[in-house]
């Protein structure tokens, strides 16, 4: 590789000093070949000596830059040539209009993401702890820069015994100081942090906050659970598709499962959440069926006990029926957001490792959702365990979250369901955003990129 600083010092040594003539620019070819000539004369070495002498000032000479006083250059034959590009130009004067219009044309400077504005969104659940950090990207829109989630079972034996136990809230404390670590470690602008049915419905929920607050340093919020049917509202609304007419959307959780009846057949505002109807929160989820059915021996019998079971509140909720009107249509479907569905998912891709990026925003027809469903009530607790779409973190609490699923499905037919692998967590960072105001501002420095 070339040295750069050799070269600027050889390109600076080239620069004119002025614009006068040096004496004897002038002349001839001819004229300089003579005076080159040693006379008769010398002597032989002095001859050699002039010589060399001659040719020396003739390279000094030659490699001059040499400018005229009106800008030209003259030639060998005395005639002006034009001056050579490195003489400095007469600066030409240029419309503002002009500079603007550059200037707008130029591509945008995409904006480090170290220095954009961060968003955190914390869900902990019954059964899961989670954590996105995301910055905003096209309007509606933003892009994950870091994420963690852990399975910590927050809400193990807390149907039993009413209370979170000890050894349960030790894993989700050790789980929510990796997310303090990780919020701490970046500048977050807006952040919220929720924690849902397991502390909403334990005797010492407030206890165990306040000693996340000392432990981890982190302040949750323990929300209700119309919020938490808005916020997976929220978080899903990019898989509705514009030709909707309705969407039972439902999220499938470790100690509830909140349903939402979506109407947006007649009109439809950037806020999906606008568009419920009807929505409730069932205190039943994966964790909670599972440990008053059993979750590793799941016969036929016992599955659709628990069915009947979730089949039994569904038929107590006032405004199941909001939708029947829209029901009968293609355009009515369902859209669940759920460890459930994504798993099933995975199942019918026949997956060797979970992706998310070919199971979120998958459709499944009826019938495949029926095969999946009959294909995993086949297995016994050690095939669930070896599917790698299950694992052992899920093997005892799969069937639990297919048999709310079916009681969903026999609630609201459908002929099409959509997975999606997100929720709370999104649905915060979205309404985080949107109250902000980062998209209704012009991101100059090509955020919107």
């Known amino acids: 590789m070339k040295d750069r600083e050799a070269d600027a010092g050889a390109s600076d040594a080239g620069v004119p000093g002025g614009g006068s003539l040096p004496q004897g620019a002038g002349r001839s070819q001819q004229g300089r070949k003579a005076a080159a000539r040693p006379s008769p004369g010398h002597a032989n070495g002095d001859a050699a000596q002039n010589k060399g002498k001659t040719r020396k000032r003739r390279k000094r000479r030659r490699g001059r830059k040499v400018f005229a006083r009106d800008g030209s250059q003259p030639a060998a034959g005395g005639k002006p040539t034009a001056a050579p590009v490195a003489q400095k130009a007469t600066p030409v004067p240029v419309p503002p209009k002009a500079v603007a219009k550059a200037v707008q044309n130029e591509p945008p400077r995409r904006t480090p993401v170290a220095d954009l504005p961060a968003f955190a969104a914390l869900d902990l659940g019954t059964n899961n702890c989670r954590l996105l950090v995301a910055v905003p990207g096209r309007p509606g829109q933003f892009r994950v820069v870091d994420a963690f989630s852990r399975i910590v079972r927050l809400g193990e034996g807390l149907t039993a015994s009413g209370r979170l136990g000890r050894p349960a809230m030790d894993r989700a404390v050790e789980a929510l100081k990796v997310c303090g670590d990780k919020l701490r470690s970046r500048k977050i602008k807006r952040a919220r942090l929720i924690a849902t049915e397991a502390c909403r419905s334990a005797e010492n929920g407030a206890e165990f906050i306040d000693r996340v607050e000392r432990e981890a340093g982190l302040k949750l919020e323990i929300i209700d659970r119309q919020t938490e049917a808005r916020l997976a509202v929220s978080g ?3 898989l509705i598709e514009r ?3 309705g969407v039972v959307l439902f999220d499938i959780g470790g100690g ?9 057949s007649r009109h439809r505002s950037p806020r999906l959440a606008n568009h419920i109807v009807s929505w409730t929160s069932l205190p039943v989820g994966v964790v909670s069926l599972a440990e008053r059915f059993g979750g590793r021996t799941v016969t036929r019998e016992i599955f659709a006990a628990m069915v009947e079971d979730v089949a039994a509140r569904l038929r107590a909720f006032d ?3 909001r939708l029947s009107h829209i029901m009968s249509s293609p355009k009515f479907h369902l859209l669940g957001t759920s460890g459930t569905v994504t798993t099933l998912a995975g199942v ?4 060797d490792r979970y992706d998310r990026r070919r199971v979120d925003g998958l459709w499944m ?5 029926d095969r999946m469903v009959e294909k995993v009530l086949g297995w016994d607790f050690h095939q669930r365990m070896a599917n790698p779409c299950i694992g052992a973190d899920r093997a005892d609490l799969v069937l639990a979250g297919c048999a709310i699923l079916e009681a969903i499905r026999a609630a609201w037919p459908a002929e099409r369901l959509r997975v999606a692998d997100r929720g709370l967590r999104e649905g915060i960072l979205s309404e985080l955003m949107a109250d902000d105001g980062v998209w209704r501002r012009n991101w100059r420095n090509g955020q919107r990129g």
């Open 256 to 264: 509830s499962s909140e349903i939402a009846l979506i109407d947006v």
């Open 365 to 369: 027809d009826g019938a495949s959702v």
């Open 319 to 321: 405004g199941r029926d």
């Open 348 to 351: 019918h891709l026949e997956l």
């Open 243 to 245: 030709d909707t007419d």
């Open 236 to 238: 899903c609304g990019s």
